[in-house]
């Protein structure tokens, strides 16, 4: 992607965010989990992508992780030319070099989880990011882990219930989106991630109450085998 048109596409994950009538949905390709192993192994990026796109949702995530995930930064750029929509690349960065290769891949933004980096690191990678062009979706799971994602500046987080996103033990707190929405400051998006709209989980009614600008969703759509349907009625 060339300095011009990587100029034009600054900041159109947020603004993709913020430009929806309803709860603005992040539509997620994963092929499988640590938990859960396979979702839908055999998914065609691009094909998945465009019935996101079908069906309603403002932007795409990309686990571009291949060990646990069994993706690739080859579904990212897939999946970008497809649709069209701004991509969330979806991974453990931790360094410069991670953000620098999001940038090389195309990512429209990249996730930095508040759990995986000192705070002076969350900072520097936040920065970094912003000045490459590409949006932050900055992760948390506690009261103490937002203000660490204020203090770096962050003014688009997710709220992940998934206690363990690396472990194979299935530990999600249905609630923790819901209790944690009062907490936020109201210049920041808001996101609510996982376990959202599977059964027994977290539906959008309570995400729409607990007032988020958007909800990150993976399995719901993966397995539904109707992406476009089941996003459509998500929406509704």
């Known amino acids: 992607m060339g300095t011009d048109e990587r100029a034009c596409r600054a900041g159109r994950f ?3 965010l913020l430009a929806s009538d309803d709860v603005a949905i992040i539509a997620e390709i994963k092929r499988r989990s640590p938990s859960r192993g396979d979702l839908n192994a055999g998914l065609d990026p691009a094909e998945m992508a465009a019935a996101y796109r079908d069906g309603g949702a403002s932007c795409l995530s990309v686990l571009t992780n291949q060990e646990m995930f069994g993706g690739s930064g080859d579904d990212l750029a897939a999946a970008a030319i497809a649709s069209d929509l701004p991509v969330l690349r979806k991974d453990f960065i931790t360094s410069a070099e991670d953000v620098y290769e999001s940038h090389a891949m195309g990512a429209d ?5 508040v759990a995986e980096l000192a705070t ?3 900072a520097e990678l936040h920065e970094l990011s912003l ?3 590409m949006d932050v979706l900055t992760e948390v ?6 203000r660490a994602a204020l203090q770096a500046g962050a003014d688009v987080i997710g709220v992940n219930q998934r206690e363990k996103p690396k472990s194979e033990a299935f530990t999600m707190d ?10 936020f400051p109201g210049h920041v998006v808001k996101v609510a991630e996982s ?7 977290t539906s959008m009614a309570a995400v729409r109450g607990a007032g988020y600008d958007a909800a990150l969703i993976g399995e719901a759509l993966v397995t539904s085998g109707d992406p476009v349907k089941r996003l459509r009625e998500l929406l509704a």
């Open 131 to 133: 000045s490459l062009g």
């Open 141 to 146: 799971k506690s009261e103490s882990e937002l």
């Open 195 to 201: 376990g959202i709209a599977v059964p027994g989980g």
């Open 120 to 122: 002076a690191q969350l």
């Open 14 to 16: 947020k603004q993709a």
């Open 109 to 113: 933004a990249l996730l930095l989880i």
């Open 174 to 183: 249905y609630q923790r989106a819901e209790r944690m929405a009062p907490l």
